[in-house]
C-alpha cells in the first residue's frame, strides 16, 4: 500500500515505524551488498601484476604454469566475461562447444576409448559452463542441500573449472554421472594417455576443495599428464605447488587464475 502526503501528516504516529522500517531495510541491503561483493570474483582482481606474482612466489609454487595447467579452484577465479572458447552461456555445452581444441579432442578420443573397453559412456558431456549457467546450477543446489553442503560438491559462479574450457564431465549412457568403480580405476590408468587426469581424485578434498569426482576430467596436456601418472601426484593444486582447499574467509586474498600462466 501506498501512503498519500496528507495521510503522513495526520499521523505521525505512524510516519514513525515506516521510517525505521525504511532505515532497518536499508541498513540490511547493505550488509547483503557487502556479502555479495565479498565473494565475487570480479570485485578484488585490482591487484597490480607484481603483488599477483609475489602472492603465487610466496606459495609453494615449483611448476612452470603453462596454460593447459591454469589452477581454477576456491582460491583462484576467473572474471565472470570468462569465455575464451565461445561457449553457449544457456546451457552445459553437451557437444564439446566451448571447450578449448585440444580438450575436445581428448574428450572424444577418451570416450571412444572407453566405449570400446565396454563402458556405457554417452558421446555427450556438461562442458564448459559460463559465470551465469554457473550461478544458476549453485543457486539450485543451495536451495536444496544448504550452502555448506553444495560447496563440497558444487562451485560458486566464477570458481568453477568448467569456465575455463579445459574440463568436463563424463556422461552414462543413461544420463547419469558415472560412479563405477572399475571405470575409476581404468581411468586413472589410462586417462595420462589422452592427456586427461581425474581432477577431483576420491579423498582428495583437503587438496581440491571438494569432493571426489571421478567423472570430472581436466586437460593438463600428455607431457604433464604422464608425469603426474608416473609420480603418483594425486591433484592438480600439488602438482602445480598452488594452494587448495576451502575459500578464502576474504575474496580479497584470492589470485585470479589467468595470473598464474607464467
Not at 565479498?38 to 599477483?52: G, L
Not at 609475489?54 to 603453462?66: E, M
Not at 566464477?158 to 568436463?168: K, V
Not at 575459500?247 to 584470492?254: E, G, L, R
Amino acid at each position: 500500500m501506498i501512503l498519500e502526503t496528507g495521510e503522513l501528516f495526520m499521523n505521525n504516529k505512524r510516519l514513525i515505524p515506516i521510517l525505521t522500517l525504511i532505515i532497518f531495510l536499508g541498513v540490511l541491503a547493505g550488509v547483503f551488498t557487502h556479502m555479495k561483493n565479498n565473494h565475487n570474483p570480479d570485485a578484488h582482481t585490482s591487484k597490480s601484476k607484481s603483488q599477483v606474482k609475489n602472492a603465487i612466489t610466496n606459495s609453494s609454487h615449483k611448476t612452470k604454469i603453462t596454460p593447459e595447467l591454469m589452477v581454477v579452484n576456491k582460491k583462484h577465479p576467473l572474471t565472470s566475461d570468462y569465455n575464451p572458447y565461445n561457449g553457449s552461456t544457456t546451457d552445459n555445452n553437451p557437444s564439446g562447444s566451448g571447450l578449448s581444441p585440444a580438450t575436445n579432442q581428448a574428450k572424444t578420443a577418451l570416450i571412444q576409448a572407453m566405449q570400446k573397453a565396454g563402458f556405457k559412456i554417452s558421446e555427450n558431456v556438461s562442458g564448459y559452463r559460463s559465470y551465469r549457467y554457473q550461478t544458476i546450477l549453485y543457486q539450485n543446489y543451495v536451495q536444496q542441500h544448504g550452502q555448506a553442503e553444495a560447496d563440497t560438491f558444487s562451485a560458486r559462479p566464477g570458481y568453477s573449472e568448467h569456465q575455463s574450457g579445459l574440463a568436463f564431465d563424463l556422461i552414462g549412457a543413461n544420463g547419469d554421472l558415472p560412479t563405477d568403480d572399475q571405470m575409476y580405476q581404468w581411468l586413472q590408468n589410462h586417462a595420462h594417455n589422452f592427456g586427461l587426469i581425474i581432477r577431483f581424485p576420491r579423498g582428495s578434498n583437503a587438496s581440491t576443495g571438494y569432493m571426489g569426482e571421478e567423472w570430472h576430467m581436466r586437460y593438463v596436456g600428455k607431457a604433464n599428464a604422464t608425469k603426474m601418472h608416473q609420480q603418483h601426484i594425486a591433484t592438480l593444486e600439488e602438482f602445480t605447488g598452488l594452494p587448495g582447499g576451502d575459500y578464502n574467509q576474504d575474496s580479497k586474498q584470492d589470485i585470479p587464475a589467468i595470473s598464474e600462466i607464467d
